[in-house]
Protein backbone atom coordinates (compact mmCIF):
# COMPACT_ATOMS: atom_id res chain seq x y z
CA UNK A 1 0.00 0.00 0.00
CA UNK A 2 1.48 3.36 -1.15
CA UNK A 3 3.11 5.60 1.80
CA UNK A 4 1.50 9.03 2.35
CA UNK A 5 4.85 10.91 1.12
CA UNK A 6 3.54 8.76 -2.60
CA UNK A 7 0.41 9.68 -2.34
CA UNK A 8 1.34 13.69 -1.75
CA UNK A 9 3.29 13.78 -4.89
CA UNK A 10 0.40 11.85 -7.28
CA UNK A 11 -2.10 14.47 -5.90
CA UNK A 12 0.55 17.50 -6.83
CA UNK A 13 1.50 16.43 -10.16
CA UNK A 14 -2.35 16.21 -10.48
CA UNK A 15 -3.12 19.50 -9.48
CA UNK A 16 -0.71 20.75 -11.58
CA UNK A 17 -2.25 18.92 -14.92
CA UNK A 18 -6.29 19.20 -13.66
CA UNK A 19 -6.33 22.45 -11.83
CA UNK A 20 -8.75 25.09 -13.12
CA UNK A 21 -9.27 23.14 -15.99
CA UNK A 22 -12.30 22.02 -17.82
CA UNK A 23 -12.39 18.39 -18.46
CA UNK A 24 -13.06 17.47 -22.21
CA UNK A 25 -13.54 14.01 -21.54
CA UNK A 26 -14.78 12.51 -17.70
CA UNK A 27 -14.93 8.45 -17.54
CA UNK A 28 -15.87 6.57 -14.71
CA UNK A 29 -15.16 2.94 -15.35
CA UNK A 30 -16.65 1.61 -11.60
CA UNK A 31 -19.20 -0.50 -10.97
CA UNK A 32 -20.96 2.01 -8.49
CA UNK A 33 -20.15 5.19 -11.16
CA UNK A 34 -20.17 4.04 -14.39
CA UNK A 35 -23.01 6.09 -15.49
CA UNK A 36 -21.45 9.63 -14.13
CA UNK A 37 -20.09 11.56 -16.50
CA UNK A 38 -18.05 13.88 -15.76
CA UNK A 39 -17.51 16.02 -18.87
CA UNK A 40 -17.67 19.53 -18.65
CA UNK A 41 -16.72 19.77 -15.25
CA UNK A 42 -13.95 22.02 -13.95
CA UNK A 43 -11.53 21.04 -11.50
CA UNK A 44 -11.18 22.84 -8.79
CA UNK A 45 -8.10 21.40 -6.76
CA UNK A 46 -6.43 18.05 -5.75
CA UNK A 47 -5.53 17.15 -2.15
CA UNK A 48 -4.05 14.63 -0.55
CA UNK A 49 -5.66 12.92 3.36
CA UNK A 50 -3.11 10.94 4.29
CA UNK A 51 -2.95 8.41 1.79
CA UNK A 52 -6.57 9.39 0.40
CA UNK A 53 -6.85 11.45 -3.08
CA UNK A 54 -9.46 14.20 -3.28
CA UNK A 55 -10.28 15.03 -6.83
CA UNK A 56 -12.33 18.46 -5.62
CA UNK A 57 -15.05 20.40 -8.26
CA UNK A 58 -16.11 23.68 -8.47
CA UNK A 59 -19.93 22.60 -8.49
CA UNK A 60 -19.45 20.96 -5.12
CA UNK A 61 -18.27 17.68 -5.68
CA UNK A 62 -15.44 15.48 -4.86
CA UNK A 63 -14.17 12.45 -6.58
CA UNK A 64 -12.52 10.29 -3.87
CA UNK A 65 -10.19 7.31 -3.66
CA UNK A 66 -7.85 5.35 -2.13
CA UNK A 67 -4.70 3.33 -3.90
CA UNK A 68 -4.87 0.46 -2.02
CA UNK A 69 -1.92 -2.22 -2.84
CA UNK A 70 -1.98 -1.64 -6.83
CA UNK A 71 -3.74 1.68 -7.99
CA UNK A 72 -1.56 4.68 -9.83
CA UNK A 73 -2.59 7.71 -11.14
CA UNK A 74 -0.65 8.58 -14.88
CA UNK A 75 -0.31 11.86 -16.89
CA UNK A 76 0.09 10.98 -20.58
CA UNK A 77 -0.32 13.99 -23.63
CA UNK A 78 -3.41 13.43 -25.38
CA UNK A 79 -3.22 10.25 -27.93
CA UNK A 80 -0.54 8.59 -26.11
CA UNK A 81 -0.34 5.10 -25.72
CA UNK A 82 -0.83 4.26 -21.94
CA UNK A 83 1.90 2.37 -20.15
CA UNK A 84 -0.89 -0.11 -18.71
CA UNK A 85 -3.65 -2.37 -20.49
CA UNK A 86 -7.07 -0.05 -20.88
CA UNK A 87 -8.96 -2.52 -19.26
CA UNK A 88 -7.35 -1.61 -15.73
CA UNK A 89 -8.04 2.31 -15.97
CA UNK A 90 -11.03 3.47 -14.10
CA UNK A 91 -10.73 6.91 -14.19
CA UNK A 92 -10.08 8.65 -17.15
CA UNK A 93 -9.89 12.57 -16.41
CA UNK A 94 -8.69 14.70 -20.01
CA UNK A 95 -8.40 18.23 -20.69
CA UNK A 96 -6.75 19.56 -23.64
CA UNK A 97 -3.70 19.19 -22.43
CA UNK A 98 -3.47 16.92 -20.26
CA UNK A 99 -4.97 12.92 -19.95
CA UNK A 100 -4.91 11.68 -16.11
CA UNK A 101 -5.68 8.11 -15.88
CA UNK A 102 -6.45 6.13 -12.53
CA UNK A 103 -5.28 2.55 -12.86
CA UNK A 104 -7.19 0.12 -10.46
CA UNK A 105 -8.99 2.16 -8.69
CA UNK A 106 -10.80 -0.33 -6.05
CA UNK A 107 -12.28 2.24 -3.99
CA UNK A 108 -13.83 5.29 -6.26
CA UNK A 109 -16.40 6.97 -4.77
CA UNK A 110 -18.46 10.65 -5.87
CA UNK A 111 -19.84 12.54 -3.35
CA UNK A 112 -20.65 16.28 -1.99
CA UNK A 113 -17.07 17.99 -0.85
CA UNK A 114 -19.21 18.97 2.53
CA UNK A 115 -19.75 15.54 2.93
CA UNK A 116 -15.78 14.30 2.44
CA UNK A 117 -15.53 13.45 6.44
CA UNK A 118 -17.52 10.73 6.06
CA UNK A 119 -14.96 9.10 4.71
CA UNK A 120 -11.60 10.79 6.10
CA UNK A 121 -13.42 12.45 9.69
CA UNK A 122 -11.28 9.28 11.34
CA UNK A 123 -8.33 10.31 10.49
CA UNK A 124 -5.60 11.00 12.24
CA UNK A 125 -3.71 14.42 12.14
CA UNK A 126 -1.69 14.30 8.49
CA UNK A 127 1.80 13.96 8.37
CA UNK A 128 2.22 16.28 5.25
CA UNK A 129 -0.68 18.93 6.44
CA UNK A 130 1.21 21.93 5.16
CA UNK A 131 -0.85 23.66 8.16
CA UNK A 132 0.75 21.40 10.36
CA UNK A 133 1.48 22.64 13.69
CA UNK A 134 2.44 22.04 17.64
CA UNK A 135 -1.12 21.30 18.26
CA UNK A 136 -1.11 19.23 15.33
CA UNK A 137 1.71 17.23 16.89
CA UNK A 138 0.36 17.32 19.74
CA UNK A 139 -2.71 14.99 18.73
CA UNK A 140 -0.56 13.09 17.23
CA UNK A 141 1.43 11.90 20.29
CA UNK A 142 -2.28 11.87 22.50
CA UNK A 143 -3.30 9.40 19.70
CA UNK A 144 -0.26 7.24 19.65
CA UNK A 145 -0.13 7.42 23.76
CA UNK A 146 -3.75 6.35 24.33
CA UNK A 147 -3.04 2.46 24.68
CA UNK A 148 0.27 2.34 26.55
CA UNK A 149 0.15 -1.38 26.03
CA UNK A 150 0.04 -1.36 21.96
CA UNK A 151 2.92 -2.51 20.08
CA UNK A 152 4.39 0.20 18.42
CA UNK A 153 4.18 -1.09 14.43
CA UNK A 154 0.79 -1.37 14.79
CA UNK A 155 -0.16 1.65 15.96
CA UNK A 156 2.00 3.32 13.66
CA UNK A 157 0.36 1.80 10.99
CA UNK A 158 -3.31 2.96 12.37
CA UNK A 159 -3.64 6.00 9.84
CA UNK A 160 -6.33 6.91 13.01
CA UNK A 161 -3.36 7.45 14.93
CA UNK A 162 -1.59 9.76 12.09
CA UNK A 163 -1.95 9.65 8.81
CA UNK A 164 0.51 8.88 6.10
CA UNK A 165 2.86 6.27 7.66
CA UNK A 166 3.13 2.98 5.37
CA UNK A 167 4.96 -0.26 6.55
CA UNK A 168 8.36 0.83 5.07
CA UNK A 169 8.20 3.55 7.15
CA UNK A 170 6.60 2.15 10.44
CA UNK A 171 9.81 -0.79 9.89
CA UNK A 172 12.33 2.60 9.67
CA UNK A 173 10.88 5.07 12.14
CA UNK A 174 11.21 1.47 14.74
CA UNK A 175 14.62 1.26 13.50
CA UNK A 176 15.76 4.92 14.28
CA UNK A 177 13.72 4.52 17.90
CA UNK A 178 16.24 1.51 18.24
CA UNK A 179 12.90 -1.05 19.31
CA UNK A 180 11.52 -3.37 17.71
CA UNK A 181 8.10 -3.10 15.97
CA UNK A 182 6.70 -5.52 19.02
CA UNK A 183 7.63 -3.27 21.73
CA UNK A 184 4.82 -1.45 23.72
CA UNK A 185 4.37 2.17 22.80
CA UNK A 186 4.84 3.04 26.91
CA UNK A 187 8.17 2.32 26.29
CA UNK A 188 9.31 4.69 23.43
CA UNK A 189 10.02 8.42 23.23
CA UNK A 190 6.35 9.19 21.92
CA UNK A 191 7.49 13.06 20.71
CA UNK A 192 10.59 11.82 18.54
CA UNK A 193 8.56 8.92 17.31
CA UNK A 194 5.47 11.25 15.79
CA UNK A 195 8.42 13.74 14.81
CA UNK A 196 10.36 10.96 13.04
CA UNK A 197 7.49 9.75 10.81
CA UNK A 198 6.82 13.56 9.95
CA UNK A 199 10.76 14.03 9.00
CA UNK A 200 11.03 11.04 6.96
CA UNK A 201 7.80 11.97 4.55
CA UNK A 202 8.67 15.34 3.97
CA UNK A 203 12.18 14.33 3.22
CA UNK A 204 10.35 12.20 0.17
CA UNK A 205 7.35 13.79 -0.50
CA UNK A 206 8.67 15.68 -3.76
CA UNK A 207 10.61 12.98 -5.64
CA UNK A 208 9.74 9.41 -5.94
CA UNK A 209 12.51 7.69 -4.41
CA UNK A 210 12.11 6.88 -0.93
CA UNK A 211 14.88 7.04 1.39
CA UNK A 212 15.18 6.79 5.30
CA UNK A 213 18.99 6.77 5.35
CA UNK A 214 19.66 10.18 3.12
CA UNK A 215 21.13 8.21 1.04
CA UNK A 216 19.43 7.63 -2.93
CA UNK A 217 22.08 5.07 -4.21
CA UNK A 218 20.88 1.49 -4.90
CA UNK A 219 21.02 -0.84 -1.64
CA UNK A 220 21.56 1.97 0.80
CA UNK A 221 18.22 3.42 0.82
CA UNK A 222 17.17 1.79 3.93
CA UNK A 223 18.46 0.86 7.07
CA UNK A 224 16.58 -2.51 7.80
CA UNK A 225 13.19 -2.62 5.60
CA UNK A 226 13.20 -5.89 2.99
CA UNK A 227 17.06 -5.82 3.62
CA UNK A 228 19.32 -9.83 4.54
CA UNK A 229 21.60 -7.19 6.70
CA UNK A 230 21.36 -4.26 8.67
CA UNK A 231 23.10 -1.23 6.66
CA UNK A 232 24.32 -0.08 10.48
CA UNK A 233 26.14 -2.88 12.15
CA UNK A 234 25.54 -5.56 9.03
CA UNK A 235 24.16 -7.84 11.34
CA UNK A 236 20.99 -10.46 9.53
CA UNK A 237 17.91 -8.66 9.65
CA UNK A 238 15.10 -10.49 11.44
CA UNK A 239 11.56 -10.64 8.39
CA UNK A 240 8.29 -11.17 10.66
CA UNK A 241 4.66 -10.67 10.31
CA UNK A 242 3.00 -8.25 12.75
CA UNK A 243 -1.04 -8.43 12.93
CA UNK A 244 -3.99 -10.55 12.51
CA UNK A 245 -5.70 -11.29 9.29
CA UNK A 246 -6.18 -8.86 6.67
CA UNK A 247 -3.88 -6.00 8.97
CA UNK A 248 -1.29 -8.29 8.72
CA UNK A 249 2.04 -6.78 7.42
CA UNK A 250 5.73 -8.01 6.92
CA UNK A 251 8.06 -6.49 9.52
CA UNK A 252 11.79 -6.39 9.62
CA UNK A 253 13.92 -5.77 12.52
CA UNK A 254 18.07 -6.01 13.52
CA UNK A 255 18.12 -7.82 16.32
CA UNK A 256 21.41 -6.18 17.59
CA UNK A 257 20.42 -2.30 16.68
CA UNK A 258 16.30 -3.02 18.52
CA UNK A 259 17.17 -4.92 21.00
Request: hydrophobic residues 35%; charged residues 25%.
Given at each position: ??????????????????????????????????????????????????????????????????????????????????????????A????????????????????????E?????????????????????A????R??????????????????????????????????????????????????????????????????Q?????????????????????????????????????????????????
Open positions: MPEGDTVFLTCHRLHEALAGQVLTRGELRHPRLSTLDLNGRRVREVRPAGKHLLIRFDDGHTLHNHLRMDGAWHLYSPGTRWRRPAHQARVLGTADRVAVGFNLHDLRWLPTSASELIGHLGPDLLDPAWDDGHAEAIRLTAEPDRELGRALLDQTVMAGVGNIYKTEVCFLLGRSPWTPVAEIDAARAVRLCRELLLRNAWHPESTTKSLRRGTQHWVYDRRTCLRCGGPVRRGTQGDDVEARVTYHCPRCQP
